[in-house]
């Protein structure tokens, strides 16, 4: 710790600038208008005060060794704040953007005082790492014979293959989608995390000797029971893709997707690939159910691609400004966080359920068989015109109760449902190498990763749930280690939690 009082001398918290509103929703680059090393980052990471028990780090599920990078971030020390940093993450450049920094709010000047930037630190060292070209490949030094294929090339499978491809092992990355990075390439928009970062990270691994297979999706274009008999072990890492869908009145009118459709089809248009549902925002009145990072997303998308207005519904309340009583210190709190895609325009409602969903033009047709010659009656879906929405309260048997007489129709030319997912889509897998599945229907895992299915092991949301990157690149690293062990007997990978393990950090 070079300076003691360094948190006493710069009390004041530095967030990365923007750029302007009416600039930045005109493109799909990157909102902020500062990156990297910056005048005040070295005063910033002086704040951090090398705590006897540095709760950021039980606040992160990587391990990282957050105090030390700290400080070698405030002694500009880069190559050793890189080799620091990477010992426990493959990307940082990934979590120093999207994660919601768990360890920031187990940060003890967070006490008193606004936090460590911890999550700008970890931005700015791998920034610094790729310009100054410390970012070097590092194959293994000797290869075994062991072959291991990773389905799914998100956060957690990425991170596996890569663990595993260093141990040595002959690693092949599937991928259903045309370009390696799963939700991180498509789900998670341009203007958020530039795919740049994806590519950069991609070439490494290919020239430490991971290799990739685009548009092959297992199930359809290579069974499942083939590809375990191709490899001595298979890692499902397909995440949890199947949505929470909404059951009520209008749900089949046309112009109602769910947001892993709008999403995607948008950044596939900024780098000029086919979209695959054709959804777009222009000119319409665009309605996101779901106030989540994922409805933000939506909204940042759809004021992009020009939607007359956006409306945000939310069913829980607005956030606290300031920590709850209910979650104190160190735990994970729930306050109102203002996105960059908030700043940019939209209309948030919370306290609000949906009803049901209004639509014009839908009709019964006649439609003529010229297999049989004969007719029948089909109904013809009509396009949503608005939804039907009510307000809600704390009920006495349930969470919610609707308020009566608040009952009101909001427009609605294009409706995103952002309700969150269910559950991995196992449809394929249960019908040719079946595995168990747990109660919330994800792929059942033992402690060792496993599943019931000798020499196939799952990680990330795929056998957790729906959860955060950084769980998920520290799921892969978990897996990685487990699956060296199966293969050769020992491990020397790292291994920063079990498959049980869960945040320290929730409301109570």
């Known amino acids: 710790m070079g300076d003691p009082r360094g948190f006493l001398k710069v009390r004041t918290r530095r967030e990365l600038a923007e750029r302007p509103v009416e600039e930045r929703i005109k493109d799909w680059l990157d909102v902020h208008a500062e990156s990297g090393l910056q005048p005040w980052t070295t005063q910033q990471a002086a704040r951090c005060m090398d705590c006897g028990t540095p709760f950021c780090m039980s606040g992160c599920p990587l391990g990282n060794i957050i105090p030390e990078f700290n400080d070698l971030v405030r002694q500009e020390k880069w190559e050793d704040a890189y080799n620091r940093l990477s010992m426990t993450n493959n990307f940082p450049e990934v979590t120093g953007r999207i994660c919601p920094a768990l360890c920031e709010q187990a940060c003890v000047l967070g006490i008193h005082q606004p936090p460590t930037m911890i999550k700008n630190d970890e931005a700015t060292i791998i920034d610094q790492a790729w310009e100054l070209d410390y970012v070097k490949p590092l194959p293994p030094e000797r290869l075994t014979d062991m072959t291991v294929a990773v389905v799914g090339s998100g956060p957690s499978g990425l991170a596996c293959a890569q663990q595993l491809t260093r141990a040595g092992h002959t690693v092949v990355v599937y991928e259903r989608d045309d370009a ?114 994922t409805g933000s997303d939506c909204l940042g998308t759809a004021i992009r691609q020009g939607a007359k207005d956006v409306t945000v519904l939310q069913i829980m ?77 704390p009920g006495e048997n349930g969470p919610f109760t609707r308020q009566p007489g608040t009952e009101r129709v909001i427009p609605a030319d294009l409706v995103l449902i952002s309700v969150g997912f269910l559950h991995p889509d196992t449809s394929t897998i249960m019908e040719q190498m079946p595995v168990e599945l747990d109660q919330r229907g994800n792929v059942a895992r033992d402690d ?34 487990a699956v060296d062990r199966y293969l050769t007997g020992s491990t020397e990978l790292p291994a920063p939690i079990v498959p049980t393990q869960r945040p320290m950090m929730l409301p109570r």
């Open 448 to 481: 060792d990763f496993a599943t019931s299915q000798d020499g196939v092991f799952v990680c990330g949301d795929a056998g957790r749930g729906q959860s955060l990157v950084v769980w998920a690149i520290s799921e892969g690293r978990s897996c990685a280690a």
């Open 180 to 293: 390696i990075g799963g939700l991180m390439r498509y789900g998670i928009p341009n203007f958020k995390l530039d795919k740049h970062l994806i590519d950069r990270r991609v070439k490494q691994m290919e020239a430490e000797g991971t290799r990739f297979r685009t548009n092959t999706e297992i199930g359809k274009d290579i069974s499942w029971d083939e590809l375990r008999d191709r490899y001595d072990a298979v890692v499902v890492a397909i995440g949890s893709t199947v949505p929470r869908d909404m059951k009520i009145p209008g749900r089949e009118l046309d112009g109602i997707h769910f947001a892993m459709e709008f999403l995607p089809d948008a950044t596939r248009r900024v780098y000029g690939v086919e979209p695959v549902h054709d959804i777009t925002a222009k000119d319409k009145h665009v309605v996101v159910i779901g106030g989540g990072d």
């Open 317 to 393: 309340p607005k956030e606290p400004s300031s920590r709850p009583d209910n979650a104190p210190w160190p735990t994970f709190a729930r306050t109102y966080q203002k996105t960059s895609s908030m700043e940019e325009g939209g209309t948030y409602v919370y306290n609000v359920d949906s009803v049901e969903f209004e639509g014009e033009g839908a009709e019964r047709v006649t439609i003529e068989d010229s297999a049989t010659a004969s007719g029948f009656i089909a109904d013809e879906h009509g396009h949503v015109t608005g939804l039907k929405i009510v307000d809600v309260a």
